[in-house]
């Protein structure tokens, strides 16, 4: 068998079967897998913002807020849905990851570049994000999300991230995955000094 070449599940052509739909979120079956995904189509956009100072050192925007499912804070890379509201279905990821970015952190980028679609955790959830790279950035509100979010932004050396992971995680708050492509200089497209 070569590399690409690939046996589908035995439930893979089994039908889908909606067993709860909320708001946001469905809980499906097909065959033996229990899984979630997005009511109504809704996708996800996920922001790599990197700022730059004069002297050249560069920044991650990061963000972090409580999320309830953890019951914890969790540092994360600003995010959003897209197509979220009723007649924006079709909103294109580049246009929602602007606006999400500007609403969460306060930053308006001048260039946003689409990375690929990605999946966060493809055993229990159907949803995927499309990731993007947004730099060019300025600084034109406070941020920190909308009435009903309370978001904290981070503005962090890529020179120090390991170590502001490490001492988040060392305070018992919950790291998202994504940040973990942070840590490798392909996603972030700039060389780590």
Sequence with gaps: MDDFEMIRDEDADEPEELMWQGRFINAKRRGRWEYVGRA???????IIAIDEDDDGTRH?????????????F????????VGDDEGS?????????ARELEEETGFHADNIEVLGEFFSSPGMVSESFTLLRA??????????????????IHRV?????GEFVAEWRGAGHGVDVRVAMLLTPEFLGVEIE
Excluded: F
Excluded at 41 to 46: E, L, T, V
Excluded at 91 to 97: F, G, S
């Design 40 to 46: 109504r189509g809704i996708r996800a956009a996920a």
């Design 60 to 72: 991650v925007i990061l963000v972090s807020q409580y999320r309830v499912p953890l019951g914890q």
């Design 74 to 81: 969790c540092l994360e890379i600003p995010a959003g849905l």
């Design 89 to 97: 279905e079709d909103e294109p990821a580049i246009d929602a990851a």
């Design 135 to 152: 730099s060019g950035l300025t600084k034109v509100s406070a941020g920190g999300g909308t009435e009903s979010e309370n978001i904290t």
């Design 157 to 161: 050396a890529l020179a120090d991230l």
